[in-house]
């Protein structure tokens, strides 16, 4: 393995560590947002029943207990629970601008690895060809007759860099597109969550003030 990366030339060592770097970006972001995911129905359904008996803050315990961001953001709502609907909202976007740019952390690191480690690559295999081409001149400078064996350095470093940066980038971009639509799916639950906190809420204050 080392002796191919050195064959592959100087690119191959930045391909090398950018695959370092995209994987443990791809086990981290899988581990957390496994760990936010839970079961949002169940969740609210269980929420939602404390507060139908006013048992506030058993259901801000619950929120505590629980992991994630719906968690987070639906605790942010409980505790504007008498005030008006525009204030609760208010008060749960707040949590949720806090709690997106968490889910989507280092995403952005795993688009550019997967935009430039095939650029990488195609500058590995630039390289390889101008050191082929080089040797081609030097031995027509000295009339020497070129072999393949002459242009096999250049070649191998060529294609190996190429093959380095694709298998890079392909793993890396369909591991971005899942991530990106897990952090989509959980934004969504949030959303539903969030919702039908802040009509629960309204109808009971909305009750109280009749």
Known sequence: MWDLIQKGGPVMYLIMILSVISLAIIIERIYNLNRARI?????MDD????????????SIEMCNKTPG???HIIKAGILKHDRSKPEIKEAIDEAAQLEIPRMEKHLPILATIAHIAPLLGLLGTVSGMIKAFQVIQNKAATMTPVNPGDLAAGIWESLLATLAGLLVAIPTYVAY???VNQVDSLA?????SATDLVNLLSSRR???EV
């Open 39 to 43: 079961d949002s129905q169940k969740f």
């Open 47 to 58: 929420i939602i029943n404390f507060l139908k008996h006013n048992k506030v803050i058993e």
């Open 69 to 71: 961001p719906i968690a």
């Open 177 to 179: 597109n899942y991530l």
């Open 188 to 192: 969504y639950d949030m959303e539903r």
């Open 206 to 208: 909305d009750t109280y």
